[in-house]
């Protein structure tokens, strides 16, 4: 094996984790997940976490072959984990994973998460300043961009494609020209890149299929629960997709078929935006071989 990583990525609901599974299995490897949520215990059919794929049996001796995987259930739902911990449990979990004599394989469809954990950036470790994002919460997004401007550069669109994101960069910036901070250094890994290559159709029969699923396996229950836990609304929403639009369902703020169907678009724009941000990796000079996700990848 020429590269030190193989990453499987792509949308929502193009069988990534299937895919790395296999591949996992011929290679003696392990797989480290690259997704934003699955990280947070009990948050199980949201994410679609699916751990039953990581098991499958050998046909040939009737064995049951289990996957180890990481980066799953490490922190507790109603906690915010951010890129910074994930950069750190990477690299934690990969070097463990070599040492043991394993192939590491990063599989999600996070690009932000993707790209940290292989390209080797440098990022602050910066708390959060709550009275700060009110503050900012009350400027427009034009002069948050040009305010952000003023203090580095831009060298893409990753920091001002949402407010959140913008905000949180402002953040960072600030208590950077404020305070002498450690700032957590990694080097690039070589990586191989294998993209799971669904049409726009497929992608959506997908998605739909799996929201439908999902639902009648007991999304809305699992929501329930959490809330029921202590987690308040507003933190289920800040998790988005599935846990914003069930909580507003469970909340008495919109009916179940809108719920639905509002959902099913989201989840749809949110697949349409991973795609863009894959075709920006590519244009930054990334390659990534694409693949059907029943294909076999040649090792």
């Not at 199980?44 to 990581?54: A, F």
């Not at 997709?241 to 989201?266: C, D, H, I, P």
């Not at 920006?280 to 996700?293: A, D, L």
């Amino acid at each position: 094996m020429s590269s030190q990583l193989i990453c499987i990525l792509g949308p929502t609901a193009s069988g990534k984790t299937k895919f790395a599974v296999r591949v996992a299995a011929k290679t003696n490897g392990e797989i480290i997940s690259a997704d934003s949520r699955q990280v947070y215990r009990g948050m199980d059919i949201g994410t679609g976490k699916d751990l039953s794929e990581y098991s499958f049996s050998e046909s040939s001796q009737n064995n049951i072959i289990k996957i180890p995987y990481h980066l799953i259930d490490i922190a507790d739902a109603g906690t915010k984990y951010n890129i910074f911990e994930y950069q750190r449990d990477f690299h934690k979990a990969y070097n463990q994973i070599v040492n043991r004599g394993k192939q590491p394989i990063l599989c999600g469809g996070s690009g932000l998460y993707i790209e940290t954990a292989t390209m080797g950036y440098s990022l602050p470790e910066v708390p959060p300043d709550f009275a700060l994002r009110a503050e900012l919460e009350r400027e427009s997004t034009v002069d948050l961009v040009k305010r952000l401007a003023s203090m580095r550069q831009l060298h893409n669109t990753s920091d001002t494609e949402s407010r959140k994101r913008l905000i949180r960069a402002l953040e960072i910036a600030i208590y950077m020209e404020r305070h002498s901070i450690n700032v957590a250094t990694y080097s690039p890994i070589d990586t191989r890149y294998v993209g799971m290559l669904v049409s726009r159709d497929e992608r959506i029969a997908r998605i739909d299929k799996r929201l439908d699923e999902r639902l009648k396996e007991g999304l809305i229950e699992e929501v329930k629960e959490l809330m029921e836990s202590g987690i308040t609304a507003d933190d289920l929403i800040y998790y988005g997709l599935e846990y914003k639009f069930v909580t507003l369902y469970l909340t008495g703020q919109t009916s179940f078929e809108t719920m639905r169907n509002r959902l099913a678009v989201a989840i749809h724009q949110f697949a349409k935006r991973q795609m863009t941000w894959f075709r920006g990796m590519e244009r930054r000079g990334i390659k990534i071989e694409w693949v059907f996700p029943d294909s076999e990848i040649i090792l």
